[in-house]
């Protein structure tokens, strides 16, 4: 069985500030891929990255990066000098292929308020 | 391309009634699957199918049909509607070579 946790229910910060949101997950499968998903005010899901298994490369993109580490099986998002738009939920998705299911599990969410 | 659509946006159903969401994809995607998402629970996978004809439950099925009879279509029925079945309904699909799901606006429905 597959497992998403997103310690950190809700993270408030003052725009300009820099935020990590932590995610660690369980699974046995060798193969697998983990997910960050955006969810707005406006209710819709926004994909943002995807990772595989066997790439441990991290990746900045703008103001975002992600840092994968499967030694610790945890898959962070940072967000630097955080604006009001990045007000949102983020979840932390895993999809173990071995089976070939493509099902994703969530985490449970970090709702992220960035203060003006 | 119109991506992945959901109707209705809004339903609001007495206890007992039935009814299907619709779920729609235009981009020859051989994965659809149904997702709830609850307060403070994240998504949990209803039912999903790996192409037309093939379906299988998912972690929170029961109360719930899905049938696939096109690449297209995947709709989900509500046999007999309960208050716990008050969330909002995401629709997602993916391919073999994009790896990502890609999501619906949802349906929220409220169960009285």
């Known amino acids: 069985a597959q497992k998403v946790t997103q310690a950190q229910t809700e993270i408030s910060v003052v725009e300009k500030e820099d935020v990590t949101l932590d995610c660690v997950y369980e699974?046995?499968?060798?193969?697998?891929?983990l997910f960050w998903y955006k969810q707005p005010p406006s209710g819709e899901l926004v994909f943002l990255i995807r990772?595989?298994?066997?790439?441990?490369q991290n990746e900045i993109s703008g103001r975002y990066s992600w840092n994968f580490q499967k030694s610790t099986s945890s898959f962070n998002f940072t967000i630097t000098a955080s604006q009001v738009v990045d007000s949102a939920v983020y979840f932390c998705?895993?999809?173990?292929?071995?089976?070939?299911?493509?099902?994703?599990?969530f985490g449970s969410g970090t709702r992220l308020q960035v203060q003006p | 391309n119109a991506g992945v659509t959901q109707t209705p946006k809004f339903q609001v159903l007495k206890t007992g009634q039935s009814m299907t969401l619709q779920c729609a994809q235009d981009?020859?995607?051989?994965?659809m699957s149904w997702y709830r998402q609850d307060p403070g629970m994240g998504l949990r996978l209803i039912h999903y199918?790996?192409?037309?004809?093939?379906?299988d439950q998912g972690e929170v099925p029961n109360g719930y049909n899905v049938s696939r009879s096109t690449t297209e279509d995947f709709p989900l029925r509500l046999l007999s509607a309960a208050p716990s079945q008050t969330s909002v309904y995401f629709c997602?699909?993916?391919?073999?070579?994009?790896?990502?799901?890609?999501f619906g606006p949802g349906t929220r429905l409220t169960v009285l």
């Open positions: 990772r595989n298994s066997f790439d441990e």
């Open positions: 699974t046995r499968d060798t193969t697998y891929y």
């Open positions: 199918s790996v192409g037309a004809g093939i379906t």
């Open positions: 998705a895993l999809s173990a292929t071995d089976t070939g299911r493509r099902a994703l599990t």
């Open positions: 997602a699909s993916s391919s073999g070579l994009v790896i990502e799901q890609f």
């Open positions: 981009m020859n995607h051989e994965y």
